[in-house]
């Protein structure tokens, strides 16, 4: 039974997702970005190595940086073995922002997506 746990344990460490560096592909939302810092706070998808959630991170690309907006749904590449996370290869999804008295929704074709805040 001893000899099986620490079996597992030798497993669980040597996942690919910690092998590969924890760069991991993120699907998110952009709450909000502070291009001072180079820092965003997105909610994101549930990962390979962490559950769903809300995260600050540093985006390596400060251009990329400059044409992030609140509401705006992202794919990027996350690593995650920093704190906070460093994003790389951000790209915006193609959508339409529609901002109103309740907050901002993110229309893409012709669909409300699932990315609503309020103000």
């Known amino acids: 039974m001893?000899?099986?746990i620490a079996l597992s344990i030798?497993?669980?460490a040597?996942?690919?997702a910690k092998l590969a560096g924890a760069k991991v592909p993120i699907d998110a939302v952009v709450i909000s970005v502070d291009p001072k810092h180079r820092r965003a706070t997105i909610r994101y998808a549930?990962?390979?190595t962490a559950p769903a959630g809300v995260r600050l991170v540093r985006v390596g690309d400060p251009g990329a940086l400059r044409?992030?907006?609140r509401g705006e749904e992202?794919?990027?590449v996350a690593d995650t073995s920093h704190t906070p996370w460093i994003l790389?290869?951000?790209i915006r999804k193609v959508g339409l922002l529609i901002r109103n008295r309740g907050?901002?929704?993110n229309v893409q074709d012709g669909r409300v997506a699932s990315a609503y805040f309020h103000a």
């Open 2 to 4: 001893l000899t099986t």
């Open 10 to 12: 030798t497993i669980e």
């Open 14 to 16: 040597s996942s690919p």
């Open 46 to 48: 549930a990962l390979e």
């Open 67 to 69: 044409t992030m907006h």
């Open 74 to 76: 992202i794919t990027a």
């Open 88 to 90: 790389s290869h951000v």
């Open 103 to 105: 907050g901002v929704r």
